[in-house]
């Protein structure tokens, strides 16, 4: 068999089938069940007493609106704090690079490295930033932190808003209820 699991069309959520008339004519039962209850617990995985002080902020801010849409349960918390420690651990360095190149004549300190010799490099902590910034995509991509990301993600159906304002719902329940 050719291809691997990235070949072919993406699937579809058991919610979209149904709503597209169920053309795969799969069993009806089991798509309602499938909508009905996701796969996984939506809830806060538990933090790691690792993270450093940046990655606890980014941990707090970023957990409820994973939760939200569903897309974390009690087993993210490894890929989760890989992708907070990466996030923190890139700001750092990006504030490293940015005091080294305001002190620099050229303004290239935290890029450019010069040696003795004249030879230049990549500086060491532009190199530890573009790998924290490569962990956190990567970490990140599983939580749909990226726009194309987000396409492939399967994410809870969300419900349905009011349908009529604060006044009118209470009109139209006079007349409908």
Not at 25 to 30: F, I, K, L, M, T
Not at 84 to 100: G, K, T
Not at 128 to 144: C, I, M, P, S, V
Request: hydrophobic residues 40%; charged residues 20%; aromatic residues 6%.
């Amino acid at each position: 068999m050719a291809g691997n699991g990235n070949s072919g069309r993406f699937g579809k959520p058991a919610a979209l089938k149904l709503l597209q008339g169920n053309r795969g004519r799969e069993n009806v039962g089991d798509l309602l069940a499938e909508v009905a209850s996701p796969g996984f617990p939506v809830e806060a995985p538990p933090m790691p007493d690792v993270l450093s002080a940046e990655a606890i902020a980014e941990w707090e801010q970023l957990t409820p609106a994973l939760i939200a849409l569903g897309l974390v349960s009690n087993l993210d918390s490894m890929a989760l704090a890989t992708y907070c420690q990466a996030v923190a651990d890139w700001r750092r360095y990006q504030r490293l690079i940015a005091q080294r190149n305001a002190a620099s004549d050229d303004e290239l300190g935290g890029d450019i490295q010069t040696f003795k010799t004249g030879a230049q490099q990549m500086h060491v902590l532009r190199q530890l930033a573009n790998d924290a910034e490569k962990r956190a995509n990567a970490a990140g991509a599983q939580f749909g932190l990226s726009p194309m990301a987000r396409r492939n993600l399967k994410t809870l159906p969300q419900g349905q808003g009011e349908l009529f304002p604060h006044e009118q719902r209470d009109a139209a329940n006079k007349y409908f209820s």
